[in-house]
């Protein structure tokens, strides 16, 4: 059986179907908006322990970006700079690290994470800032939160290169980290430890000194780990049939001795 097709009207009738595709096709383009156009709709802003460390809040990033005119709220996400809002971040004292992305529904999320103080440095020329985890200077702040305070002579390359370290090494230890409330350095770099229970004070000796930072951080972790097992076996063995009054000084200098001045008594 042969069949007959008029091609012609076959080929009028397939270019009309692929017209009107075309056609809806512009109309629905036309018609939905261009994600050229999207704004920022909303901006998270998470702050990694910010209850716990206390430097940053919100607000203060908001600020900061307002004041660079880089706060994405409301802004055209193609006109949105991921990079220079993390370079805006980092250039504040208490950022540690700082992420920025958006997201596909016009949300701009910000990751923050801040920087962790161990010690409050009061020096004998009146300096007041904090020494973070890393040996860097923070700026003094509303920070409140109960940690070793630093004070004597004492100055910023030798916190940064001596004090860390040992504050690190104390920071280390549950009954150090409890019971260590003041470093004081003497004019000869000596080092006295006041702590929260007994009232007297603990002289560990100067803190040793070495070519690098790799061999130094290992000479005064042993230094002080020597001294401090001293200090507690004294705590264990001595102040117990003493008792924690009796002394008012005592001395860790020396390897083979350990030093103590009674507290004068007073009627």
Request: glycine residues 4%.
């Amino acid at each position: 059986m042969k069949l007959n097709i008029n091609w012609k009207k076959t080929l009028l009738v397939t270019l009309d179907v692929v017209i009107a595709a075309y056609l809806v096709m512009a109309v629905t383009s036309w018609n939905a908006p261009s994600k050229e156009d999207d704004v920022c709709t909303k901006v998270i802003i998470d702050i990694a322990d910010e209850n716990v460390n206390g430097f940053l809040n919100s607000a203060e990033i908001k600020t900061l970006l307002d004041r660079n005119r880089l706060y994405p709220l409301s802004k055209r996400m193609k006109d949105i700079n991921p990079r220079r809002i993390e370079q805006a971040l980092k250039g504040m004292p208490f950022v540690k690290t700082a992420q920025c992305y958006a997201t596909e529904d016009n949300h701009v999320c910000i990751t923050i994470t801040q920087r962790t103080p161990i010690v409050r440095v009061k020096s004998f020329t009146g300096e007041d800032y904090y020494i973070d985890d890393n040996g860097g200077v923070m700026p003094n702040s509303q920070y409140t939160s109960d940690m070793i305070i630093v004070t004597g002579s004492v100055t910023r390359p030798y916190a940064c290169r001596y004090v860390y370290l040992l504050a690190q090494e104390l920071m280390s230890d549950d009954l150090w980290r409890n019971q260590i409330e003041q470093i004081n350095i003497l004019p000869d770099k000596t080092v006295e430890l006041v702590p929260r229970v007994g009232n007297h004070v603990v002289n560990i000796g100067a803190l040793p000194s070495a070519p690098s930072d790799g061999t130094l951080r290992d000479a005064v972790s042993a230094f002080v780990k020597k001294q401090m097992h001293r200090l507690e076996l004294f705590y264990r063995e001595g102040l117990k049939y003493a008792g924690w009054e009796r002394y008012d000084y005592i001395s860790l200098e020396y390897s083979n001795q350990i030093v103590c001045r009674k507290r004068e008594q007073h009627n």
